[in-house]
């Protein structure tokens, strides 16, 4: 079995404690969960293993894996900053299959419909399972039982606080690298493949045993400034093309033209700025979807009328983030991922443009990170409860078509604020169940809905302030009843209850089992 | 007894392999020693142990240290980036001994005449040893054997190395800042004590149990770009002043104006053009003594004359530096620490000029470093053999006077040379027997003095490019001979031969032992 050894955890969720042969801790509660133990530490390495002149790079990858020590069972690293336009995750599979490994791990940092391959590779048991977000393609198939090991889906910060504390240990990181020197420093901002950053990636540098650079940009060392430091690269592989660059990142991004979603975006304005909570000095996180980007464009204006500046704007970037940069409303954007061309160029020619690793935004088992310090910050979701619990991995028919990516990392700033319809294709949005807990409601405070704003009882400051407010302040109950009435009660999807046949589980950040996801039927 | 086990070393050096109760391995040789094991880990944190609004900050850098547990016996790590300036590590013995202390470890990256009033702790037991350099006042002390342990001394790139491999565990690590914000991240580059790049301090922050940041110019979250990431960092404390900022770093470094350094300036230049070791894209360390100085200033005409590029130049920069690289005759600056302040102005201003960890420049424990692709290094030396063997610690007196800094490091480049004048105050540079063994002569291509210019027998490359040269080409002993009839045979100079009275020992940059230093009688 791939799970065993079920409990009920702190939030009521029956969860495994023995996953793919690994002990578990089941959820404790929110900052109840306390790590022992050292971090992980790969294998002193020395220069004597590595050539005087710097030159690492090797004819291809394959030859750089099999260098590696390529066997049966390890873990590959893989990042997403090139997303639907990666052209190097796959490969790693197809060497894989064609060297006749079996039961690899494939822990990549967000998967894509490009990565849909990979399934022929889970069938025929090349892949074990996949330690990482699985959208669209790799999800559905997950969620009809067809991966042999259990899926473990975490969040960004969840990815690398699993790796820093060697509970997932990367065994060979393919980091691949729009512009490299031949000793392994590289960058994501230059080159004809530019995804602007490589953030994601930090972590896997640092942790993993290997770790193999692979760019369509060859430069002269030093290859400056870097965000992959050589230091930790083993071999670098010159490749034709890493990806294709307009799937990589879009020309631009856009704001909704759906009316029903920029009234959402205008009563989150309207919001931060009745509560208070937009003012000089402070920081938010936006997101790039077609209602947070125009919740920031409200942001931008309030701002600049009030004559504002916020602190600092998190990424990933957007033409309209970087115009908040340079129109002078936010000092500094801090960046895990740049979203389009305009912000590509912002990262390369802006020093107030800061890319930064996960390590520092999100990771829980740090001193500190940068979550509890923003102000405001702007998510989604695809189910929410009456008390404020949130989904963002399933759908309510049981499937698993989306990943937690900073999900869960978010929900510690100060105001999390949610805008999202009531329903969406007849299907409601707040449910009596849901289909998978992804983050604790104590840490959502608002949802914005086109039938009326709910404020989480718990911030009874909020509550106090919008008192007298013309926005339509209602409770999660009555919008409960609002959706019900309006779509009726839907049918029980046909999804599993059995221990057997769990297919995922949704870890939470601080590396405990928040719940799991069955099999679909 | 600080030392046991004596044997006899690879290079014919009788060494301890027991020192301060912990085993050492002897120098085997270059390229022999392979480290086994895993890299040092510090305990994993958590958020939960860190205030959510991120603000470190407490009232004194007493109060840090005992919430940081200090105690008997620890080990503590400081940085040079303040130089002779500094005003934070003293404060820190201060505070050890009016707690009661006892036995601490000193591991500085660099000690300076400034730090003389350690002296009184290494007298009263408050600090057992220190492992790190000592210059002037310390390491006379040392010399006499006043230090109750067994000083270790590493180069710069040896420290890192000894950190990353849990050989020297750093308990607490005391980052000065010159700018900080309140969750720890900071940076050299800014603020009135400002001394550009912190690059010394990265070792400590990642692998140290407890960081502590003390700056005397705190900014609202975010410090950025940073150099120290908050994210590592315990505790912040607020000072005054963390230094003297005219002894910081200088207003101006200046090139040297005696006639016989000009000479050996000059000379070297020559040899590196007629041997055809300067020329386009090459990667070039002068460093910032006033010989080098002036070698710099030629290799900056010559580059400009030929429309050639170097393509990096590493630091510790200077304003030399600096107008080659605005000057477009080197592509970056890589920088380990900023000597004045046109250096400071350049790590600020231009994206070019790269600070640096000593992690990726020298650490011989990582998967390559820059050291090995640089293709001219100018190093000094306070004595030399015939067979090119090198010391920097120690004076022909026996005293410890100087630190190896990154000079065992930079011994890796292709072309080594060493502009010294034959002899200083009637005491020959050129010797049959070494104080103290640095570094190994093969790694040593070329000595330039004001009588003649020598090359390694090893390098029949650069002899063969060099027969015909109008410049001075003799062999080491032609040198010895001529020193040794200028200034007569030496008398022997009052030093200990016994193992009791071994004071300090001089490791190799792969943490093998190479040399001792014995007690000046």
């Known amino acids: 079995m791939k799970c065993d050894k079920f409990v009920v955890n702190a939030a009521g969720k029956r969860v495994p404690t023995l996953v793919n042969g690994m002990e578990m801790v089941p959820y404790l509660g929110l900052k109840k969960h306390r790590p022992v133990g050292k971090k992980a530490s790969p294998f ?82 090349t892949v074990n399972r996949i330690e990482g977000s699985m959208n669209g393609p790799l999800g559905r198939f997950t969620s009809y039982g067809g991966m ?18 060697g509970e997932l240990k990367i065994d060979i990181a393919v980091i691949a690298a729009p512009t490299a020197d031949s000793f392994g420093n590289a960058t994501g901002s230059e080159g004809v493949s530019a995804c602007g950053i490589l953030g994601y990636s930090l972590a896997d540098m640092f942790y993993a045993e290997k770790v193999i650079v692979v760019t369509d940009n060859l430069i002269p060392f030093p290859c400056m400034p870097f965000q992959i430091q050589g230091n930790y690269v083993d071999y670098v592989v010159v490749v034709d093309k890493i990806g294709i660059p307009e799937k990589i990142v879009s020309g631009t991004t856009q704001v909704t033209k759906s009316p029903d979603r920029l009234l ?15 003012k000089d000095g402070i920081g938010i996180q ?57 912000a590509v160029r912002s990262v390369r020619e802006n020093r107030n443009h800061i ?108 509550i106090y302030r919008m008192k007298g407010s013309s926005l339509p302040i209602v409770t999660m109950q009555e919008l409960k009843e609002e959706v019900d009435s309006i779509c009726g009660k839907p049918d029980k999807p046909p999804i599993s209850t059995k221990d057997e046949d769990v297919v995922a589980i949704v870890k939470w950040v601080d590396g405990t089992v928040l719940d799991c996801i069955y099999k679909v039927l």
């Open 286 to 342: 936006t997101g790039a979807g077609g209602t947070s980007l125009s919740v920031g464009l409200h942001f931008h204006e309030q701002l600049k009328n009030n004559k504002w500046k916020a602190r600092f704007g998190f990424g990933g970037s957007t033409q309209y983030l970087v115009n908040m940069l340079e129109d002078g409303v936010i000092d500094y954007i801090l960046d895990g991922q740049a979203f389009d061309l305009e």
């Open 264 to 278: 959402l975006a205008e009563w989150t304005a309207q919001f931060c700025a009745e509560a208070g909570l937009l």
């Open 148 to 165: 042999k090991g259990c899926a473990v889906l975490r969040s960004h910060g969840g990815r690398v606080q699993a790796i820093q504390d």
């Open 44 to 125: 002193i390495p020395t220069c004597i293993d590595y050539p005087d002149d710097g030159d690492k790079v090797v004819s291809s990858l394959a030859e750089a894996l099999k260098k590696c020590g390529l066997k049966d069972g390890m873990t590959i690293g893989t990042h997403h900053h090139l997303r639907d336009g990666d052209l190097v995750s796959n490969t790693i599979f197809d060497i894989a299959h064609d060297m006749g490994i079996k039961d690899l791990v494939w822990a990549p940092t967000a998967s894509f419909p490009c990565n849909e391959s990979i399934i022929k590779y889970l069938g025929d048991g």
């Open 355 to 462: 890319d930064l690793s996960v390590l520092q935004a999100y990771n829980y088992h740090s001193k500190g990170n940068y979550t509890s310090l923003t102000d405001i910050v702007i998510l989604g979701a695809t189910e929410l409860d009456t008390n404020f619990n949130g989904n963002v991995v399933t759908h309510s028919d049981g499937l698993l078509l989306h990943g937690i990516g900073g999900w869960q990392n978010c929900l510690h700033a100060r105001n999390v604020i949610l805008p999202i319809p009531l329903f969406r294709d007849r299907i409601p949005v707040i449910v009596d169940n849901l289909t998978t807990l992804c983050g604790p409601g104590e840490l959502i405070d608002i949802v914005v809905t086109e039938r009326g704003i709910a404020i989480n009882p718990l911030r009874t400051d909020l």
